[in-house]
C-alpha cells in the first residue's frame, strides 16, 4: 500500500493557458494538504519541466494556444523515461474525452470543475502513479538481485572447478549433446571412445582392458542424467596389473532448469602397502 503522505507529497503540474483555473486548482490542492504543487500557462514548456521534475502527475487542459493538450501528451510520448503517462485532462467538450483516452491520458476531470470530483480523481490516480512506481523500483531491484546471484553462482562455479581439478586425478565435462568440452584423465577410455588425432590415429588406448559391465553402467547413468558418486571402474593392463577408480560426477542445470551437460571427477585408487 501506499503510504498517505506520499500521496500528499507527490509532484504535480496544473498546466492551463486561463490563470483563474490554474488558481482554483492550486487552491483546492493546498487546502487538501499536498505540498507538491506548481504551474504553468505555457504548454509548450511542459516537457521541459517534466524532464527536470518527472511529475507524479500532469493536470492538463486540452484547449490552448500554440500547443494544445493533445500534441502536449504526443510530446511527452517520447519525452518521458518510463512507459506510464501521468496525466489528468481538463476538458469542458464531452467529445474530447474518449480521444484524450485513446492518445495515452490516465482519467479527465470536467469544467466546470466539480471540486470533489477532481479531488477523487487526483487521489486515485496519484495512488495508481505511486504503485506503478513502486513496482517499477521492485523489478529494478529484483533485475540486480539476479544480476548479482548469477555471477556469485558463475564466481561458485569457478571455484568449484578449481577445487575438484585440485583434489582429483582429472576432470571432464560434456555440453548437453554430450560432446566432451574438457577432458583430462581416462574418461574417454573408461567409456569406449575414440577420438582422431591430427595424424589420423585414434586416441584412447587399452580401451579393451576396461569392464564392459562397469562401462555400460556408466553409460547408463550419465544418459539418464543421474549424479553418482564414488563409482567404481577397473582395467586390467596388457602386463596384467589391474587398475581401479573411483568415479564421480553430476548433471548440470542452468536457473531456468534447463540441462547443460554433465561434469565428473576421477582419482586412482592405490592399494596401501
Keep these: 500500500m501506499i503510504n498517505p503522505v506520499d500521496i ?3 509532484q504535480i503540474l496544473i498546466v492551463d493557458d486561463q490563470e483563474s483555473n490554474v488558481q482554483l486548482l492550486e487552491q483546492l490542492l493546498r487546502e487538501a494538504g499536498y505540498t ?20 507524479d502527475l500532469i493536470l492538463l487542459d486540452l484547449q490552448m494556444p500554440v500547443m494544445d493538450g493533445f500534441q502536449v501528451m504526443e510530446a511527452l510520448k ?29 482519467d479527465f476531470v470536467s469544467k466546470p470543475f466539480d471540486l470533489i470530483e477532481v479531488k477523487t480523481r487526483i487521489h486515485n490516480m496519484l495512488e495508481v502513479r505511486l504503485l506503478y512506481k513502486k513496482l517499477a523500483d521492485f523489478n529494478k531491484v529484483l533485475e540486480q538481485t539476479v544480476l548479482e546471484r548469477t555471477a556469485e553462482l558463475r564466481e561458485s562455479e569457478a571455484r568449484y572447478r578449481s577445487l575438484t581439478e585440485l583434489a582429483s586425478d582429472w576432470y571432464w565435462e560434456q ?25 589420423g ?14 562401462r555400460e553402467t556408466l553409460r547408463a547413468t550419465i544418459a539418464a542424467r543421474e549424479p553418482f558418486l564414488d563409482f567404481l571402474f577397473h582395467r586390467v593392463n596388457a ?8 568415479v564421480s560426477g553430476e548433471p548440470m542445470f542452468s536457473l531456468n532448469s534447463r540441462f547443460l551437460g554433465y561434469r565428473g571427477i576421477g582419482v586412482e585408487i592405490f592399494d596401501a602397502a
Excluded at 36 to 52: D, I, K
Excluded at 83 to 106: E, F, S
Excluded at 175 to 192: H, Q
Design 8 to 10: 500528499l507529497n507527490a
Design 36 to 55: 507538491g504543487v506548481s504551474s504553468t500557462l505555457r504548454p509548450e514548456e511542459v516537457c521541459a519541466l517534466h524532464r527536470q521534475n518527472a511529475y
Design 175 to 199: 555440453d548437453e549433446n554430450g560432446s566432451f568440452t574438457k577432458v583430462s584423465g581416462p574418461v574417454l577410455e573408461m567409456l569406449g571412445i575414440r577420438v582422431e588425432g591430427l595424424n
Design 239 to 246: 602386463d596384467g596389473s589391474r587398475q581401479q577408480f573411483r
Design 78 to 106: 517520447t519525452n518521458t523515461t518510463d512507459d506510464y503517462l501521468p496525466v489528468i485532462v481538463l476538458t469542458a467538450q464531452p467529445g474530447h474525452k474518449l480521444r484524450a483516452l485513446q492518445a495515452g491520458a490516465k
Design 201 to 214: 590415429t585414434s586416441r584412447g588406448v587399452q580401451v579393451d582392458c576396461w569392464d564392459e559391465t562397469e
